[in-house]
C-alpha cells in the first residue's frame, strides 16, 4: 500500500499540556511512559511553539495551518468566527476522499453557541459533552473520549477499511480544575496536604485573589483544608499520568486492528499551565515558555525516522503542511507554516524566530528567538504592568524567564520590538490589528 493510497491521520490534542511535565521533554517525574513509547518511535520537536493562546486560537492554527494574525482567530470564546475561506484541514482531506472524525467539545450549540467552525469539514462530529470549567474550557474525562474513538475506529474499520480516515481527538484532562483519580496523586505526592501556605502565595497577587481562591482552588482549601502548593502540583501531574494511560489504550487499539504502521499519529497541545510560575497559579496566560512551548510528536514509520529528537523552532502552523505532504496531497499557498519534513530534507533548519500573541486575559504580543525573549503589553495586564510594559528574558541564562533586562540591555529590547513590529506589519498587509480590534474576551470579574 503506498503513501498516498493508504495513510490515516490521528491528531491527538491533550489540552493544557506543558511540555516539560513530560517525561520525554526532560521531566524527572514518571508523567508519561506511554507517549514516551510514543516518542521513541517517531520524533519528537522539542521547541514546538503555539503562535497565539489560549484554547481557541491555537486549535484554530492547529487545524488551519494558518497564523492567528492571519486568520484573526486571537480570542478564546470571543466574538469573532473563522473566515469561511480559510479552510480546515478536515474540508482539504475530505475532498480527497477522506472519511474524517473528531471527538472533541469545542463546538457548543444552543444558547451559549459558540466556534462552529470547529465542526467544519466532518463526516462525524461527536460530541464528547463534559462540564463548563474555568476560562470557559467543557472539561470532560479521557474515558469518555476513548469509548467514542473505539467505537468510531472500530465502526470505520468493519465498514470503510478500504478508505483513508481523519481523526482527531481532544482530550482535556490536564485542565483545572485538576480532578484525577487519587490513587493517581499518590504516585506524584507524598507529604501532608493540610500542611503548607498555598492560600498565603494565592493573595499576592491580583490573579490568585480574585479567580484562584474564588474558584475551585478557594472550594479545595475551604472544603479539604489542602494548604500544601505541592498537592495542586501534584494533582496537574496525576491528570497526565491518567490521560497517558488513555493515549497508551488508544495506540493498543491500532496495533489490534493493524493499522499503526499505516496511521500518522501527531501528539500536541493547544497551550501549557501555569504552576505559579511567574505568578501565575493554574491558569493558562502569560506569553512565558511554560505557556507557549507545547509538545510535539509524531509517528509514521514510513517517511518519519525513528526515535529522532529535533531542536529547530516550529510551530503549531506545521502541523497542516506536514499532514498534506505525508498524505501527497498540494500546500496551499495561503498556508502560513512548512512542512517539517524539509528538515529531514535538509532544506530548512526551522525557524529563526516565533511570533506569539494573546487577547483573552490580558493583550500581549512576543518575539521568541533560540536565546532570547521579549514580551510586548499592548493593553494593561492584570498584574499592574502598564501598556507598553517591555519584558526581555536571555532564555539560554534564565530559562524560567524571571529577570527582566529590559532596563540593563535597552538597545537590545529596541532592537527586538523593531523586529517584531516589521514582522507584525508585513503579516498584517495593511489590515487592522486584531488585537486592537477585539477586546479580550475573558476579562478578570
Known amino acids: 500500500m503506498s503513501v498516498d493510497e493508504g495513510v490515516n491521520v490521528i491528531l491527538i490534542a491533550i489540552d493544557t499540556l506543558r511540555a516539560s511535565h513530560l517525561s520525554c521533554y526532560g521531566y524527572e517525574k514518571s508523567t508519561s511512559p506511554n507517549i514516551d513509547k510514543l516518542a521513541s518511535e517517531g520524533v519528537l520537536f522539542s521547541n514546538c511553539f503555539a503562535p497565539a493562546i489560549p484554547t481557541h486560537p491555537a486549535f484554530t492554527t492547529i487545524l488551519t495551518g494558518v497564523h492567528p494574525l492571519t486568520h484573526r482567530i486571537v480570542c478564546h470564546a470571543g466574538k469573532v468566527d473563522l473566515s469561511p475561506f480559510i479552510p480546515l484541514v478536515t474540508e482539504i482531506l475530505r475532498d480527497r476522499g477522506y472519511v474524517t472524525a473528531a471527538v472533541d467539545n469545542l463546538v457548543r450549540t444552543g444558547r451559549f453557541a459558540r466556534a462552529g467552525w470547529f465542526a467544519r469539514g466532518y463526516d462525524y462530529y461527536l ?53 484525577p483519580p487519587e490513587e493517581y496523586i499518590d504516585r506524584f505526592y507524598k507529604g501532608d496536604p493540610t500542611e503548607g501556605d498555598l492560600e498565603g502565595r494565592l493573595k499576592k497577587t491580583l490573579w490568585g485573589r480574585e479567580a484562584c481562591l474564588k474558584g475551585w482552588l478557594g472550594r479545595l482549601i475551604r472544603e479539604k483544608g489542602i494548604r500544601d502548593k505541592a498537592y495542586v502540583d501534584a494533582s496537574y501531574d496525576a ?40 505568578d501565575i497559579y493554574y491558569d493558562h496566560h502569560g506569553l512565558y ?71 483573552t486575559r490580558m493583550t500581549k504580543r512576543a518575539i521568541r528567538t533560540r536565546r532570547w ?23 539560554s541564562k534564565d530559562p524560567e524567564e524571571e529577570e527582566n533586562l529590559t532596563d540593563t540591555d535597552e538597545d537590545l529590547a529596541l532592537s527586538l520590538l523593531g523586529r517584531l513590529e516589521k514582522w507584525y506589519r508585513a503579516t498584517l498587509k495593511g489590515k487592522g490589528d486584531p488585537l486592537i480590534e477585539q477586546e479580550i474576551s475573558l476579562p478578570l470579574e
Open 239 to 278: 491528570e497526565i499520568a491518567y490521560v497517558d494511560e488513555r493515549v497508551g489504550q488508544l495506540l493498543r487499539k491500532l496495533e489490534e486492528l493493524g493499522i499503526e504502521d499505516d496511521t500518522l499519529v501527531i501528539l500536541t497541545s493547544d497551550h501549557g499551565e501555569g504552576l505559579g510560575d511567574n
Open 127 to 179: 460530541n464528547s459533552g463534559g462540564i463548563v470549567v474555568i476560562s470557559k474550557g467543557v472539561k470532560v474525562n479521557a474515558d469518555k473520549v476513548n469509548s467514542l474513538a473505539t467505537w468510531f475506529l472500530d465502526w470505520f474499520h468493519e465498514k470503510h477499511g478500504d478508505k483513508r480516515f481523519f481523526l482527531f481527538l481532544h482530550y482535556w484532562d490536564p485542565h483545572a480544575p485538576y480532578l
Open 289 to 359: 515558555d511554560w505557556d507557549i512551548r507545547v509538545p510535539l510528536i509524531m509517528r509514521f514509520p514510513q517517511r518519519l525516522p525513528k526515535g529522532a529528537r529535533v531542536n529547530a523552532l516550529v510551530q503549531q502552523t506545521d502541523i497542516v503542511p506536514t499532514i498534506l505532504e505525508i498524505a501527497g496531497i498540494p500546500i496551499p499557498e495561503y498556508i502560513s507554516g512548512r512542512s517539517l519534513l524539509s528538515i529531514f530534507d535538509k532544506e530548512w533548519r526551522g525557524y529563526s524566530a516565533i511570533y506569539t500573541m494573546e487577547n
Open 373 to 395: 525573549k521579549l514580551i510586548e503589553a499592548i493593553r494593561p495586564d492584570i498584574y499592574g504592568r502598564p501598556a507598553g510594559h517591555l519584558e526581555l528574558y536571555d532564555l
